[in-house]
């Protein structure tokens, strides 16, 4: 089963910051939290990972609270392609056999609108 | 694009008869995974590979699947049988096999249709 818990859906405002929360509360210290998004009828695609820092890349920032029980995925300016199901999913990091497999859960329906 | 390579990208077949689909991974990543995701549900994990070493199966794959990597490159999932509850879309994705930097990608994804 997912690790994590999502909302199943949020609308955003074109333009504005999408704020994605997610929660993992059993996460353990060698577990790294990664998002991917899905565009409709496309495979997943990777956006970003951190482990207890706060991450930043060209796509999205990612906020870990400092207990790392949660954190959230900020699209600064979103716009009407960032319409998709995000992911959040808890993985170990030192990969060894299996444990290096993505677990999904629902994710969150992110819906933009102009 | 030296992306993930599925296909082909759709395929519709009748039941009982036999699809295979093909990944060609991102070069030199030594770690090939197969999902399937059906319409409102996450990817489901199937099965992985580390180079041409079948290293786990979830208990979704039925005698019916398998899965090949025979030169650690590509790799095949074949359907034996069909039936109706094959269809989905199977994904594949790969990553290096290295403590750090090993994200998983995807590719594009292949449609089954089962009519």
């Known amino acids: 089963d997912a690790k994590t818990t999502q909302p199943p859906s949020m609308d955003c405002a074109e333009g504005r910051a999408a704020n994605l929360p997610c929660n993992h509360s059993?996460?353990?210290?060698?577990?790294?939290v990664y998002w991917y998004r899905q565009i409709h009828s496309q495979g997943p695609q990777y956006i970003i990972h951190?482990?207890?820092n706060n991450e930043t890349n060209e796509m999205a920032s990612l906020i870990i609270t400092e207990d790392r029980k949660s954190s959230t995925l900020i699209l600064p300016h979103a716009t009407l392609r960032d319409t998709a199901v995000y992911y959040c999913i808890v993985r170990v990091g030192a990969v060894r056999g299996s444990q290096g497999n993505l677990i999904f859960g629902k994710g969150t329906k992110l819906s933009v609108k102009p | 694009d030296t992306g993930v390579s599925q296909n082909p990208r759709h395929k519709i077949t009748k039941r009982g008869q036999n699809v295979t689909f093909r990944c060609d991974p991102i070069s030199e990543h030594n770690r090939l995974y197969w999902y399937r995701q059906t319409l409102g549900q996450g990817p489901e994990f199937l099965t992985y590979?580390?180079?041409?070493?079948?290293?786990?199966k979830s208990r979704l794959l039925s005698d019916r699947f398998s899965a090949e990597r025979p030169k650690g490159s590509f790799s095949t999932l074949e359907i034996q049988r069909t039936e109706q509850g094959d269809s989905a879309m199977y994904l594949c994705a790969s990553s290096p096999d290295r403590a750090i930097g090993n994200t998983i990608y995807f590719g594009e994804g292949s449609w089954l249709t089962v009519v």
């Open positions: 059993t996460i353990s210290g060698n577990e790294y």
């Open positions: 951190g482990l207890k």
């Open positions: 590979f580390q180079n041409e070493a079948q290293l786990e």
